[in-house]
């Protein structure tokens, strides 16, 4: 089973997610954020360092993406979380609106230094809403900066219609090597919430899965703020918040997103399976809640179902007390078909190996 984020450039691990700033000199009409020039909040360059350091030691990190915002802002912090991933040999991806590449060799510029640190892939966005602020020119300049070196170049419109298609804005892009064009349409979130959105008979085809279902992205916002995903909802879904990234170690937090039964339901099984435990075992809680069917996507029943504090608490109460009633029945299942004796040894060894695992984790400072 592969991730439904794998791409044929690059399949990833878990990734973390570096949302560094608000601040965008954009301010477009659909912003899942509510970004814009004067926004002021920005995560503290010490702060992102340190996450940097962090995320290197976890093996299961297999790159860094920065987001916003705008991540090239404030270009400075920018240049120094990219020269220390290169340090630790760790690849990063960038999301950007391009304002950095209205001048060919700016963008030259630019495109050589995150290539010469370690960029993996970069996504440019670029729709009718994006056109009012940055020129055509500069995601052309920037998306052929990249290309050439061979990197993966994604370019991302988000649009009200699905029939409206980014090959119509940027016809010049189509046949570059290493470019490759996704069309969206609006999520109804932030800005975005205002929006007449048309989302097709897609709607009718939707997959009821996260985008993630084997890994992670392990998105911490500059606040310090984390969740277990990068959808345009997260920062609106304060339900599935899974810690402060600033006040403990991504480790901790990492390892906390792995062992939740509710996020693996959700992100391996679906909605589908999320709704039939909930009918199952606690009907008049599954009826209380929106239901899957009921919107376009699964970011979006997401954030209905999590989005209030309340809601939100009573089905985590649910599935934790679920996973360890079944973990009780399992072991009961094991003693029955082991004995009291031979099942009291097995617990005994996986407890010295889980102490035995926790011990070379700490020696190795892994």
């Known amino acids: 089973m592969r991730d439904l984020d794998h791409v044929e450039d690059v399949e990833e691990q878990d990734v973390l997610v570096l949302n560094t700033t608000m601040a965008c000199p954009l301010s477009c009409d659909f912003c899942c954020y509510g970004c814009n020039p004067n926004r002021k909040e920005r995560m503290p360059l010490d702060r992102a360092l340190d996450l940097i350091d962090q995320a290197a030691q976890i093996p299961s ?6 987001t916003g915002g705008e991540p090239l802002m404030f270009r400075d912090d920018f240049d120094a979380m990219i020269a220390r991933l290169k340090v630790h040999g760790l690849p990063f991806t960038v999301a950007t609106a391009g304002h950095w590449a209205a ?10 230094a995150m290539v010469d640190a370690g960029l993996r892939r970069i996504n440019f966005s670029y729709d009718d809403a994006h056109a009012v602020f940055i020129p055509r020119e500069a995601i052309i300049n920037g998306a052929k900066a990249v290309a050439r070196h061979g990197v993966p170049v ?29 069309s969206k349409v609006i999520a109804k979130v932030g800005r975005g919430k205002k929006a007449e959105v048309d989302y097709g008979p897609d709607h009718l085809r939707k997959v ?31 339900g599935i918040c899974v810690g402060n990234a600033f006040e403990e ?4 937090i990492r390892d906390r997103i792995e062992a939740s039964f509710l996020i693996r339901t959700l992100k391996r099984k679906g909605f589908e399976e999320f709704h039939g435990i909930l009918e199952k075992h606690a009907p008049e809680l599954n009826a209380a809640i929106p239901q899957f069917r009921d919107y376009p996507g699964a970011c979006s029943a997401c954030n209905a179902i999590f989005a209030k504090r309340d809601m939100a608490k009573r089905v985590n109460d649910f599935f934790k007390d ?6 009780l029945e399992s072991l009961d299942h094991l003693e029955r078909i082991l004995g009291d004796r ?7 060894e996986l407890s010295h190996l889980c102490s035995t695992q926790e011990e070379t984790h700490h020696a190795h400072g892994t």
């Open 103 to 112: 001048d060919p060799e700016a963008a030259t510029q630019t495109a050589d």
């Open 322 to 327: 679920f996973e360890t009633k079944s973990i």
């Open 249 to 252: 170690p991504l480790r901790d």
């Open 61 to 66: 990190i297999s790159s860094v993406g920065f």
């Open 154 to 182: 994604y370019l991302v419109g988000t649009f009200a219609h699905p029939d409206r298609k980014l090959e119509t804005f940027l016809p010049e892009l189509c046949d570059v090597p290493n470019v490759r064009m996704f």
């Open 208 to 238: 009821a899965t996260c985008y993630r279902r084997i890994h992670h992205d392990i998105v911490v916002f500059w606040d310090g703020k984390t969740y277990p995903c990068c959808s345009t909802f997260n920062r609106a879904t304060q």
């Open 342 to 348: 031979k099942a009291a040894a097995v617990f005994q």
